[in-house]
């Protein structure tokens, strides 16, 4: 997975590339620290163009969420497409995290 | 490269010799009685191959344009005759199917899903209509391969603070041990007209299956590959006390 991050007045946008799976945890820690660094207001996290993500990769999603809620930021899923969209819907991870189309 | 469709010829030749104790020892494990020599003036054709060393994802895939059978990638050290004894769940050699045999250094970050199921594409036996889910459910259960069997990681270690890191510390760790990062990954595929089979074994220190998820938990991190499993394949089961999982999907 490939990752770029881009802040804005009020929030941290991450757009995910590539594939999210069990063997990325090290680039979730980047992220983290991404969000560290940045103490926004909101954390955007775009999936628009991510094509694989498996049961590891939702859990990372969760974890960020965390991450976020201990930070008091608010964090937004943005823009799941395909594979992704469908593991999401069948995880039901639209009950605990915030997703927008 | 040009095919070779011939079912006279299970296995695949990557190398130029094969020493005769190794032929031996694949014949006895893999019950290759059936197959008579190809004349092309070596000895044992069959078994002249297999073997890849250092496999990547080009040398897999030319490997498997020869269409083998059986496609084992060599541990570290050149042990060849080793890595032919050691417990890869032997199987009958069958048609059509075909079965690759990873270290755990390899299979880690290789996506092996997309290989086979590129693989069992090339083949004819699946349709984009439902790789998605044999693609799914392949790298949830390599994956449990991988990190709880071969590396011996428990999800458990994301369930503590910073638990992520701790978990890729772990994984880091474990890679790095030479006697863990060479334990197999077995992939054994078959299929008819109607069932797709896909068996994944570890060598793994296993798991009691009862405990996995039957249903999403809520906010849990971990827990969720079975529940894909469950939901995506037609079949799943569990052998070997949690070392073998094996896949159905009804096409």
Not at chain 2, 91 to 99: I, K, L, M, T
Not at chain 2, 101 to 110: D, H, I, K, N, R
Not at chain 2, 132 to 154: D, K, Q, R, W
Request: proline share 4%; with cysteine; glycine share 8%.
């Amino acid at each position: 997975m490939e990752f770029q991050s881009r802040s804005t007045p009020d929030a941290l946008e991450v757009r995910l590339a590539g594939r999210l799976e069990f063997t990325d945890h090290d680039r979730l820690r980047d992220i983290i620290d991404a969000l560290e660094g940045a103490k926004p207001r909101r954390f955007v996290l775009d999936l628009s163009t991510l094509e694989f993500i498996d049961s590891a990769g939702l859990g990372m999603l969760l974890i960020l969420q965390e991450e976020a809620e201990q930070r008091n930021v608010k964090m937004i899923v943005s823009g799941p497409q395909g594979d992704v969209k469908r593991s999401i819907d069948l995880a039901k991870i639209g009950e605990i995290v915030t997703i927008e189309p | 490269m040009d095919t070779i469709p011939s079912p006279l010829r299970p296995f695949c030749v990557m190398r130029d010799r094969i020493p005769a104790d190794m032929t031996a020892r694949v014949a006895a494990r893999f019950d290759v009685s059936g197959f008579d020599a190809v004349d092309d003036g070596s000895a044992a054709a069959w078994a002249e191959a297999l073997l890849v060393e250092r496999a990547d994802r080009d040398r897999l895939r030319e490997a498997f344009h020869r269409n083998p059978f059986l496609t084992v990638e060599l541990g570290e050290g050149g042990d060849e005759p080793a890595a032919l004894m050691e417990d890869w769940s032997g199987a009958p050699a069958v048609e059509p199917g075909f079965y690759l045999s990873l270290t755990t250094g390899t299979a880690y970050g290789l996506q092996c899903a997309v290989l086979v199921c590129d693989e069992l594409t090339r083949r004819g036996a699946l349709t984009a209509e439902h790789r998605p889910n044999v693609e799914m459910c392949l790298h949830e259960a390599i994956a449990n391969a991988i990190v709880h069997g071969n590396l011996g990681i428990s999800s458990a270690a994301k369930n503590q603070p910073d638990g992520y890191r701790v978990f890729g510390q772990m994984l880091r760790d474990r890679l790095g041990d030479p006697d863990i990062k060479r334990r197999r990954i077995d992939i054994f595929c078959r299929w008819n007209a109607s069932t797709i089979a896909v068996a994944v074994v570890d060598q793994g220190s296993g798991f009691d299956s009862a405990t996995t998820a039957s249903a999403t938990d809520g906010k849990a991190r971990s827990g969720r590959g079975f529940v894909f499993m469950r939901a995506l394949a037609s079949r799943v089961a569990v052998t070997d006390g949690g070392r073998c999982t094996v896949l159905h999907f009804d096409v």
